[in-house]
């Protein structure tokens, strides 16, 4: 079992450009996670996914938008990428009644 | 949006000292988690505690959920160089809630 993969797992993008990060999981998980990293802040939910077909907004979703293209993948869509999102993206999975297993990361720099 | 309050925000220490860490919250929370990010990485659970009182070990690693259900604490043993990362706490709320996270304790170990 591979986990949890995202890509690319670097990124540089200019002001306004657009970009889809990828993430998929094959342990057959329910719940999928988009989280962002920034230098002392910890992890904050940006969006998840409960289950195929649904999808709410956490924490910090302005400027993001995601797809849970079936069970196994969940996309996070930056339309007009911004320098405050400069940050390490972590995807994460949970099966029902288990705890979240996370994926190595996408680094993204903003110009 | 909530966060955790974990300290101490780092900690330098010499090899096979142990170490001390906490977590604390102005709510209750049903399940406490304890994760560690390595440089580059994503964050990998450590320990999950589901009662209020539960003390876990995983090795060289303990994990207490407090009595009042808003706080956790993590020790560590005589601590290794491969110890070195950045630990965080993580409550949730209910069984499908999702998780807040705590800022987290960047380890330094001196061999």
């Known amino acids: 079992n591979a986990g949890v993969t995202q890509t690319p797992k670097f990124q540089v993008l200019k002001t306004g450009q657009s970009m889809t990060l990828q993430c998929a999981q094959d342990m057959n998980h329910n719940s999928m996670y988009w989280y962002r990293q920034d230098p002392g802040m910890g992890l904050r939910l940006i969006y998840y996914s409960a289950s195929e077909g649904t999808t709410d907004k956490g924490e910090v979703p302005n400027g993001y938008n995601v797809s849970r293209l079936n069970k196994r993948e969940f996309s996070l869509r930056l339309e007009s990428a911004a320098p405050s999102q400069t940050s390490v993206y972590f995807c994460?999975?949970?099966?029902?009644?288990?705890?979240?297993?996370f994926g190595p990361g996408t680094r993204l720099t903003v110009l | 949006g909530q966060q955790l309050n974990q300290s101490p925000q780092s900690m330098f220490i010499q090899e096979g000292e142990d170490v001390s860490m906490n977590c604390t919250s102005s709510s209750i929370f049903n399940t406490w988690l304890w994760y560690k990010q390595e440089p580059g990485e994503g964050p990998v659970l450590l320990i999950a505690l589901y009662k209020a009182g539960e003390l876990t070990s995983n090795g060289r690693l303990t994990a207490q959920f407090g009595i009042t259900r808003k706080d956790s604490f993590l020790n560590i043993s005589a601590s290794i160089p491969s110890d070195v990362g950045i630990y965080f706490c993580?409550?949730?709320?209910?069984?499908?809630?999702?998780?807040?996270f705590g800022k987290g304790t960047k380890l330094s170990v001196k061999p």
């Open positions: 994460a999975s949970r099966k029902d009644r288990g705890e979240q297993f």
């Open positions: 993580a409550g949730r709320r209910g069984s499908q809630g999702n998780l807040i």
